[in-house]
């Protein structure tokens, strides 16, 4: 099957300019210069003040910033944050790149004896005049895990993220350093334990984490962006523990994935009454059906729908009837919001409507051979690809096919496509070609009673061939026609032994269903009442059969009770009232009677789909 995928892009404004990397240019005093920016940057908000030393006299701490409890910047419940700052020159400010910063294992491992600390590197180009602030929040968590993978090496590289220039935004970096300091600084050097060695020790009560946001409470609107936006911290509450324990685990790539239940349409059609939006730090995802994604980064300053079938047929074929939509219209209609876009992408239309005829082909193959579950189209190989294509030309456009090697008049039996397991039929009809056919079709086949072709033929239905796996596995069992395929079955001897066997075949099927098939237990029991009406005289084995299918959909009455009870006594056959006190649920009763047979007896009985209303053991 095809999958393609393509891209549409709708111009909204301006793609925003991703932070990047430049050479050293000049011999500027840069140090004085960042700290004078990032103390500018910090002195515009109203409950931070900033204390830092411009000289760098300090080994691995330049100050600190200072958290006030209130507007008026008192001395009372302040809180300290130690930051460092640095500075670097640059030819362009701000970069293309996000950037990184070097910094030694040595000023690591001070951070973290001391709880951590804010890093502030300041980019400026070569004039001094135009200046950009990056940070990284580096906690004992983060610290230690940057102390492992370096490997033995003097420095490493860390990513930087550009400190916002939104005074509320500043105050909610320091609010949740802080936080997030109290709760590590007693676990600097102690062994972390991951949430999974917590869950296997045990005592492992919940796992926490704590963002802040600062502002107003009508201002603070968008609860996802504050989780996105800062660093995450997870938390162990163990039992007997008197405070939380930090996990080493960093959740670095988070989404916050939500459903709406509104509608999707192009030009007043509904195609879809839901969709979900998964937010992510670089803006989000809104995700119609299962292959269409409308990516918009951050700030909306761009968009792109990208479509690839994927999931079911049916949803494959669903989902491009709606890009085909979208594409010839130019526009999608999302919860009112209509979204037109600058380029089409009609040059694919035409192939989109090719893939979507076969999609339908495919279906309408499916659908010859009775197939009734779903076709899953994500991990189809080429060998699946290759069958889906011949079965659909033969059943489809009617064409004949090969099977490579074989020579059989008649080729019976399942089939595998993908999830499908299907049970086909096909004849010769030259040397090389046959014609291919659901093996719920009308075919005709003959048993012998003996292995020398003497003694018949007796016409039988060609279902006796079906087993208990074929009953599981296939996916295009038809119930209906397996019960009403009894009327071609002769009457003889060789016919009823084959149509027992295939009875209890389906006995043994309907017990082992993980989902149980009502209809599979009511073919049996027709089969049961066929073989009951068309036997000479009464058969023990035969009521047996015919009761352990009632137990199977109900209750036994009183009267089948009181039937089961007279199978049960002394002069019947061993298997008989075994089978009668398993159906009565005199386990221990029918145990004494399977201790009776010999071995070989014991050995045919415990097959017996009867057995598995009971527990029956041999002898140590």
Known sequence: MIFNMFLMHIRIGDIINLLGDSEEVTD??????????????????????PFINSGDKEPSWDGNIYIHSDHNKTKKDIKKIPVQVKGEIRKSVPPK???????SVVDLNNWLNHGGIVLFVVLTDETGSNNAIYYDSLL?????????ISQGKKNISIPLKEFSTDSNKKVEVMLNFHENMLKQSSFTKANLQTMDEWVQKG???????????YGKQNEIKDFDAVLLRNDLYMYANVKDMPIPIPLPEIPMDIHI??????????KGHIFYKSYSIVKHKNGMDVHIGKGTVLRITENAKKAELSFRARGTLSECIHDTEFIISVMENLELTVNGATIRFANSGRNDAEQYRNNLEYYKDVQAMLNKFGVNKELLCDN??????????????????ETNIVFPGATNGIIYGRFVIANLVLLIWATKINEKEYKLDSFFGDHKLAVFEDENHSGGPHAITHYAMLRKQDFIEASNIDYEKIAEDLNQNEVCPVVVEQLTFFMLEMLKAYDEQEEKKQELLHAAEKYCDWLIDNEEGTNDNMILNKLQIVRRSRELSDSEMGILSELSNSNKELAVKCGANLLLGKNEEAQRCFDKMDQQDQDAFIQYPICNLGHLSYEE
């Open 203 to 213: 005592g492992l009560e919940n796992i926490t984490f704590t963002v802040a946001a």
């Open 97 to 103: 790149k996000k950037p990184k910063f070097s910094v």
């Open 28 to 49: 500027l005093d840069v140090e004085k210069i960042a700290v004078s920016v990032v103390m500018n940057s910090i002195a515009m908000t109203d409950i931070l003040s």
């Open 257 to 266: 994935a939500r459903d709406y239940f509104y509608n999707v349409q192009v």
């Open 380 to 397: 189809l190989s080429d060998r699946d690809q290759n069958n889906l294509h011949n079965f659909t030309l033969a059943m489809v456009k």
């Open 140 to 148: 004992p968590v983060k610290i230690r895990a940057l102390e492992k």
